[in-house]
């Protein structure tokens, strides 16, 4: 997505100085837009269209808020390398396409080094996402601020700036949009290893993300002395994932009941987790098991449920019953 400000029909306008419209006694006078010449009060209602029209399009506040959204997602995501030959496209980690051999013939320790490379890369990037859309938000509010002015005087004269403005943010937005995308990492030395007569493959290294795992808030649920747990990715991957499941009993009240933690391989998007105390709260965080390609994870979800309580001690009476309490979620994060 671009930004043209010509589309918005600034450059049919002079705008390198403010038009001749009135005389200084009737400039004091200019509360009044009807006291404007014909021609500069056309050229007013011109350029009001025009910095209207691009707040509502291309920087509208649902636009930005799409960005917002789009940008915390990508502060949840896990970022890794990928090595393809230079005549495969990103994404394709087809283990047939994608031999381990290429692993075998790059130098340990060099890969080591570029994945710190690209973890620095990944946390600038996010740091500049956030900045930008921080410029796109103050510039919304200044010009929407100029165009909720009464006075047509100071808009008139200032346009010259308000036209730099607009193809800042233009440019602001540009930048945004192309660093939404992982690109490419550019290496200073070869992963190769000499390899003697060995001929060397043509390979790129290129950074890219998977969607953020997050439990099912609706389908994990609770009971008396076991939990239930689901979890999903947005974007379902082609190939099985591996995922860590932890938990850990909260506020343990005795060294026995710290020994109430534990950290699960799992291989599918569910788990049950048994042998609970009753009525007590649990944390649990999911995330993808680490992989050797693996450069930057700032995120894991997680969830904390309540167990149920158990049966009353001692004898009671025998009397029909009825159904426990729903799930109780004390807190997510």
Sequence with gaps: MSFQVTGLGLNKMKLDSPPSFLDQEEAEEADDPQLLEPEAWRTYIERRTALRGFLTSDLSPHLLRRHHARTELLKKCSYYIEILPKHLALGNQNPLVLPTAMFQLI?????????????????????????????????????????????????????????????????????????????????????????????????????????????????????????????????????????????????????????????????????????????????????????YTLVYEPWRDSLTLQTRPGPPKGPTPSRPGKPGPPLTTLSER
């Design 107 to 291: 130098d340990p320790w060099k890969f080591q080094r570029m994945k710190k490379v690209g973890a620095a890369q990944t946390k600038i990037q996010l740091l500049l996402l956030t900045d930008l859309l921080e410029q796109l938000d103050r510039g919304r509010a200044e010009l929407g601020a100029l165009l909720g002015s009464p006075d047509p005087q100071p808009f008139l004269a200032g346009w010259g700036l308000v036209e730099r403005r607009l193809a800042d943010l233009a440019a602001v937005m540009d930048s945004f949009l192309a660093m939404t995308v992982p690109g490419r990492l550019h290496m200073k030395h070869r992963l190769v290893s000499d390899v003697g007569a060995t001929k060397i493959p043509h390979i790129r290294l290129m950074l890219s993300t998977k969607m953020p795992v997050m439990f099912d808030r609706k389908e994990s649920v609770a009971h008396q002395d076991w939990v239930s747990l689901r979890w999903f990715a947005t974007i379902q991957p082609v190939a099985p994932e591996q995922f860590e499941l932890r938990f850990k009993l909260l506020d343990p009240r005795t060294q026995q009941e710290c020994t109430q933690c534990g950290i699960i391989p799992v291989a599918a998007c569910t788990f049950d987790i048994h042998n609970l105390m009753p009525n007590r709260s649990y944390n649990f965080t999911v995330k993808r098991a680490d992989s």
